[in-house]
């Protein structure tokens, strides 16, 4: 999937993320904020890259701002901004049927 422009899903109230994500040319920049960077950092960052990867995504600049969000939330908001990026219609999204 090519992400066409800029989008958002999520929010920045606790145990929810707020992820962004833009072009990019040079594969996946990841940038990741976390208010439970240290103890779930590496679990975050996986969960996101595994999902942008189910997506199809290859070129694309991403921003985490995580709360404490859990593994479902995070793969439901990356799903949500790169089908709003790729400006996809409300009745062609398969939600809940590429991520697993």
Same mark, same amino acid.
């Given at each position: 999937?090519? +992400?066409?422009?800029? *989008? #958002? *899903? $999520? ?6 993320? %707020? &992820? /962004? &994500?833009?072009? $990019? /040319?040079?594969? +996946?920049?990841? /940038?990741?904020?976390?208010?439970? #960077?240290? %103890?779930? @950092?590496?679990? +975050?960052? =996986? ?8 997506? @199809?995504?290859?070129?694309? %600049?991403?921003? &985490?701002?995580?709360? @404490? =969000?859990?593994?479902? /939330?995070?793969? *439901?908001?990356?799903?949500? =901004? ?8 409300? *009745?062609? +999204?398969?939600? @809940?049927?590429? &991520?697993?």
């Amino acid at each position: 999937m090519e +992400i066409l422009k800029p *989008a #958002m *899903a $999520g929010t920045l109230e606790s145990s929810d993320a %707020q &992820v /962004t &994500v833009e072009p $990019g /040319t040079d594969g +996946i920049q990841l /940038t990741l904020s976390s208010s439970v #960077m240290n %103890q779930y @950092g590496r679990q +975050i960052k =996986a969960t996101v890259l595994e999902t942008l990867e189910r997506l @199809g995504v290859e070129n694309a %600049q991403v921003t &985490v701002v995580d709360k @404490g =969000a859990l593994d479902c /939330t995070l793969k *439901a908001r990356v799903e949500c =901004a790169v089908f709003r990026s790729c400006g996809q219609s409300q *009745a062609n +999204i398969p939600w @809940g049927g590429v &991520v697993r």
